[in-house]
């Protein structure tokens, strides 16, 4: 080794050496030296700032452009649209040529050709622009990512004129955590869980908030965007909507905001919230504070572990002219409050759908359910008696306590297929163009993803039953989770209707998508499209 190195050392001297010779040679030039004029100018070319290409990959059948497609070239660079559908190609080296490109995106597709290869090969030259079309897959539409930096940065670098005022990075957020939004004030409120920032790998673990109009009050068509409007602190990052609490949890979570009215007759926004170390320390009741700007606590629950919270996505209902919050905080909506404060903020009230007998609890085979004297299972909504799982409902059914004629509330089936549809999460919302309850519901254990499966399904009251599902959007490997239904946004009378969830890396061994990774991301769905096999509303029993 000492020896090699000896050797590498006598090499480089004589080579210093002869470069000092050449350049101290009589009549050469420094420029000379340097290179030829043809090599300067050669050098000088390849430092020229070039105009990007542009690819637009847009929906074969909207036109629209899809954001989070995959563009990828021989050489494996990656590029992804932004959400504007678009990518800025400026690679050195790759223009004014014939570039492949490799095409992908969960629940789009195009063709193969006959190497297996699914792409297109595209003339790159600066300035220029190409769009490309793929195939939806997917029932539902994707429109474009919520939240996070570089929303629209590929358009901006191409110079186009983008729908949202903060198309790059808006309150310094790099990713958030699923969504929760309510009318209030006359406003839209939007409420996130853990929030990334540019500064440090930790960011804000005590709920993010924003506002943004309405779109009849001069807020964005939901088609184009949305403009958040975020609570921040003078560093401009996020601020906490979620000040310490007693219980001394670093971290603080929201579901299930809801609006009632206090003592004094004023309207309140509400929420359920969970504390965190990162085990859960507590739940309860918090209200929000129109002055500061932030969540105080009305009321601690006495159990962190007790069933009796808010939390999931709300939906108000009214039923034999009482209103009511209903909660999918245990997956599906099988919890309720009645929509008045003190009821919110006393946990006795919150009432389980369930077929247990009343003050009963899931005892596996020894479970009592309730029965009439003509031993009709009797269903209905019980206080003091825990909720009855998707999954419970499923092994009572097994143990034959729920037999074959009893009603069944939660059992969902692939229209297709009949496979069962298990849920992780849901969102349910009432829908007045198909007079029936609407749910979007995330998957557990799908065939292509672990919680990456969304699916539509109806049902003539809240609670179900919930009997017949339809797949609606599909993810290779990655996550989607906590979807929630926007009813604020519903076009033609709830035939249109908009959700998002949270398009996340985890649970799964995939690459974080840049940018969309740990985001929202919202779609929309068409009640009218063939492909969901709806039945028509007049001719429904």
Same mark, same amino acid.
């Given at each position: 080794m000492v020896l090699k190195m000896k050797m590498w050392k006598q090499a480089g001297a004589w080579t210093c050496a002869a470069l000092l010779l050449v350049t101290m040679a009589p009549g050469v030039t420094p420029a000379q030296a340097a290179g030829s004029s043809a090599e300067q100018k050669a050098g000088s070319t390849l430092k020229t700032v070039q105009e990007p290409f542009m690819i637009k990959v847009v929906d074969a059948e909207t036109g629209r452009g899809i954001p989070l497609v995959e563009l990828k070239t021989t050489n494996n660079i990656l590029y992804y649209t932004d959400s504007a559908g678009v990518v800025a190609f400026d690679e050195p080296g790759l223009m004014d040529t014939t570039v492949f490109f490799h095409m992908s995106s969960d629940g789009y597709e195009i063709p193969a050709d006959m190497f297996g290869n699914r792409g297109q090969a595209v003339e790159v030259t600066p300035g220029g622009s190409v769009t490309l079309q793929m195939n939806r897959v997917n029932i539902a539409e994707r429109l474009y990512r919520v939240t996070g930096q570089g929303i629209y940065r590929d358009s901006l670098l191409l110079g186009l004129n983008t729908p949202i005022q903060q198309p790059v990075i808006n309150g310094l957020i790099m990713g958030q955590d699923s969504v929760q939004t309510i009318e209030y004030n006359g406003k839209l409120y939007w409420f996130w869980g853990d929030t990334d920032r540019p500064a440090y790998p930790l960011g804000n673990f005590?709920?993010?908030?924003?506002?943004?109009?309405?779109?009849?009050?001069?807020?964005?068509?939901?088609?184009?965007?949305?403009?958040?409007?975020?609570?921040?602190?003078?560093?401009?990052?996020?601020?906490?909507?979620?000040?310490?609490?007693?219980?001394?949890?670093?971290?603080?979570?929201?579901?299930?905001?809801?609006?009632?009215?206090?003592?004094?007759?004023?309207?309140?926004?509400?929420? /359920?919230?969970?504390t965190l170390n990162p085990d859960i320390v507590a739940r309860g009741i918090l209200v929000f504070n129109d002055q500061t700007e932030q969540f105080e606590q #009305?009321?601690?629950?006495?159990?962190?572990?007790?069933?009796?919270?808010?939390?999931?996505? #709300?939906?108000?209902?009214?039923?034999?002219?009482?209103?009511?919050?209903?909660?999918?905080?245990?997956?599906?909506?099988?919890?309720?409050?009645? #929509?008045?404060?003190?009821?919110?903020?006393?946990?006795?009230?919150?009432?389980?759908?369930?077929?247990?007998?009343?003050?009963?609890?899931?005892? /596996? #085979?020894?479970?009592?359910?309730?029965?009439?004297?003509?031993?009709?299972?009797?269903?209905?909504?019980?206080?003091?008696?825990?909720?009855?799982?998707?999954?419970?409902?499923?092994?009572?059914? /097994?143990?034959?306590?729920?037999?074959?004629?009893?009603?069944?509330?939660?059992?969902?089936?692939?229209?297709d297929t009949g496979e069962e549809v298990s849920l992780a999460q849901s969102s349910v919302e009432w829908n007045d163009y198909r007079q029936r309850y609407v749910m979007i519901g995330q998957q557990v254990m799908g065939k292509t993803s672990v919680l990456g499966e969304m699916w539509y399904a109806e049902a003539d009251s809240p609670q179900g039953p919930w009997t017949t599902a339809k797949k609606i959007i599909t993810h290779n490997n990655y996550t989607f989770y906590n979807p929630a239904q926007h009813k604020f946004f519903f076009k033609d009378g709830g035939r249109v209707i908009y959700f998002e969830a949270t398009y996340t890396n985890t649970y799964t061994d995939h690459t974080p998508t840049p940018r969309y990774n740990y985001n929202q991301v919202m779609y929309k769905l068409n009640l009218d499209d063939p492909r969901l096999g709806l039945e028509p509303v007049q001719n429904r029993k």
């Open positions: 005590r709920t993010t908030g924003a506002t943004s109009e309405l779109p009849q009050n001069g807020g964005l068509d939901p088609d184009v965007g949305v403009n958040l409007k975020y609570f921040t602190k003078e560093d401009g990052f996020a601020k906490s909507m979620v000040p310490t609490l007693p219980d001394g949890g670093n971290m603080a979570w929201i579901f299930g905001l809801m609006t009632a009215k206090d003592s004094t007759g004023k309207e309140r926004l509400l929420t /359920g919230y969970t #009305a009321v601690q629950f006495p159990s962190k572990d007790d069933w009796r919270h808010p939390g999931g996505q #709300a939906t108000y209902y009214e039923e034999n002219g009482k209103g009511y919050w209903l909660f999918t905080e245990h997956r599906i909506p099988n919890l309720r409050v009645a #929509a008045s404060y003190d009821a919110i903020t006393d946990y006795t009230q919150y009432e389980s759908f369930t077929c247990l007998t009343p003050g009963a609890a899931y005892d /596996g #085979a020894n479970t009592s359910l309730e029965r009439d004297q003509n031993g009709k299972l009797v269903w209905g909504w019980k206080k003091n008696t825990p909720v009855l799982t998707q999954d419970q409902e499923k092994e009572l059914i /097994g143990f034959g306590l729920i037999k074959a004629d009893d009603p069944r509330y939660y059992q969902l089936k692939d229209a």
